[in-house]
């Protein structure tokens, strides 16, 4: 039986970030939802291969007896589209969308919803989907959504990402531009940040397990073993530079620098992302720093302790200089996530402050975006309750809510007022600069350049 992942990578010329599923990217990045089932299907003898869409309309789809659509919700209307294109073949929706609202995507007895994680139940329902958990449907025109699987609670036994799917070499402009990966050593995250989306895979999980649920489901680690050998085995296959996808890289202090002092033996380059109160220690710096670690994404949205508070972020602003200071010194990259919008107490003042202080910082990377009241989230109820959305649109550089005191107009230019005035800088430029080495690391640099200013136009 021959299965396809089908998916649209790119919508209006921007590249479709999947393994998030909450903003756009200046650069291709790898997608572990379909690599992980992709590998669970060929393993049980299926001939499964990817198929990128180039255009919605016109591009002709190879015929397949199932296909798989990851669905994100930067996507849903193109996922739509597509689903409509294909006729008499059953068709396979997973991600967080489709998860939030399966009955968006049961437009025929041909489509199944497969909502939250779908390791476990990929090979049940694809023989049985009726008789398997965690599946939506239609049955005699009405909604039928199975009960739930629940979180899968051991890691360790998913099979690894499936890195032959795509046929595309990944590279992450945070390292050197080598051969990248991506690798999930968790999956969930315990804090209660009112606007976050996590990963794709996570919050597809989260999202499943609040339709019965209070609260978040409990994160899950892969034991220090099971990283190691999926990462021994990629570098085995020419994989020098990885990109640790888990919402909370560090889970268990213990746990993490016996994962280090392994990593450390297999001489690679790695980022991760972290809260900045994990990251106080210097032992623990060191070690990530000494593993290999060369940039750490932090997520700060603000440097006003009124703000931190109001959006549940659990986070002293002193810790947020104590932990670039800690990077900094070890010669650890801090980048930081700053996000406008996000409180009803902010206004320009805040955001010129909060521009400014990133400014002061040593730092040379910095992503600003616009709060988007995605679905499932607190922030999307507090959104709707209080009628601040004022568009559809889910691209966290385009205003999507308006406040009475602060318009998404006014937030869109002040977030691309924090874009040139952090990157049009000569040490920036310059620090960019210095990374290109070859003709293939200035193409690559170029491209990303471009993309980078095509999407804060």
Same mark, same amino acid.
Request: hydrophobic share 40%; charged share 25%.
């Given at each position: 039986m021959k299965i /396809? !992942?089908?998916?649209?990578?790119? +919508?209006?010329?921007?590249?479709v970030e999947r393994i998030y599923g909450c903003s756009y990217s200046v650069y291709p990045t790898e997608n572990l939802a379909i690599s992980y089932a992709s590998s669970i299907l060929k393993k049980a003898g299926y001939q499964v291969m990817f198929f990128a869409i180039d255009d919605i309309e016109r591009t002709m789809i190879p015929d397949a007896?199932?296909?798989?659509?990851?669905?994100?919700?930067?996507?849903?209307?193109?996922?739509?589209?597509?689903?409509?294109?294909?006729?008499?073949?059953?068709?396979?929706?997973?991600?967080?969308?489709?998860?939030?609202?399966?009955?968006?995507?049961?437009?025929?007895?041909? /489509? !199944?919803?497969?909502?939250?994680? +779908?390791?476990?139940?990929l090979l049940s329902a694809i023989f049985n989907p009726a008789k398997t958990k965690s599946v939506s449907f239609l049955k005699s025109g009405k909604v039928i959504n199975n009960s739930s699987a629940g979180p899968i609670l051991n890691l360790d036994k998913i099979l690894f990402p499936d890195r032959e799917?795509?046929?595309q070499?990944?590279?992450?402009?945070?390292?050197?531009?080598k051969k990248n990966a991506h690798v999930m050593t968790s999956r969930g995250c315990a804090h209660s940040c009112y606007f976050c989306v996590p990963n794709s895979i996570s919050w597809a999980r989260e999202l499943e397990w609040k339709r019965g649920k209070r609260g978040k489901p409990p994160v899950i680690v892969r034991s220090v073993k099971n990283i190691v050998s999926e990462i021994s085995e990629l570098y085995a296959n020419g994989f020098r530079e990885f990109s640790f996808v888990d919402d909370q890289f560090i889970v268990g202090e213990r746990r993490i620098l016996q994962l280090l002092a392994e990593i450390k033996k297999l001489?690679?380059?790695?980022?991760?992302?972290?809260r900045c109160d994990k990251l106080l220690n210097l032992k623990l710096v060191k070690s990530l720093a000494q593993a290999g670690c060369r940039y750490v994404d932090l997520g700060v949205e603000s440097f006003d302790q009124k703000i931190l508070n109001d959006i549940g972020k659990q986070l002293k602003k002193s810790d947020i200089y104590k932990s670039i200071k800690l990077l900094n010194r070890c010669k650890i990259e801090p980048k930081l996530n700053i996000m406008f919008g996000t409180s009803k107490l902010?206004?320009?003042?805040?955001?010129n402050e909060t521009i400014t202080e990133t400014l002061k910082l040593p730092l040379n990377y910095c992503m600003?975006?616009?709060?988007?009241?995605?679905a499932g989230t607190e922030f999307a109820k507090f959104a709707e309750k209080n009628k601040l959305i004022v568009s559809d649109i889910r691209d966290p550089l385009k205003g999507s809510v308006s406040y009475p005191h602060l318009s998404a107009r006014e937030?869109?230019?002040?977030?691309?007022?924090?874009?040139?005035?952090?990157?049009?800088?000569?040490?920036?430029?310059?620090?960019?600069?210095?990374?290109?080495?070859n003709f293939s690391i200035f193409h690559q640099l170029s491209s990303s350049i471009l993309n980078f200013i095509k999407n804060i136009r």
């Open positions: /396809i !992942f089908l998916s649209i990578d790119k +919508i209006d010329g921007k590249n007896e199932i296909y798989l659509i990851h669905s994100v919700y930067q996507t849903i209307e193109t996922d739509l589209k597509l689903i409509k294109r294909i006729k008499n073949r059953r068709v396979f929706v997973f991600g967080p969308a489709p998860t939030m609202n399966p009955e968006n995507y049961l437009a025929s007895k041909n /489509i !199944f919803v497969l909502r939250g994680e +779908i390791e476990d139940i799917l795509s046929k070499d990944y590279f992450n402009p945070k390292l050197a531009y001489k690679i380059n790695f980022g991760i992302l972290a902010e206004d320009k003042k805040f955001i600003f975006s616009i709060a988007t009241p995605f937030l869109q230019k002040l977030n691309r007022y924090a874009y040139f005035k952090f990157y049009f800088r000569p040490r920036i430029i310059f620090s960019q600069i210095k990374k290109v080495k």
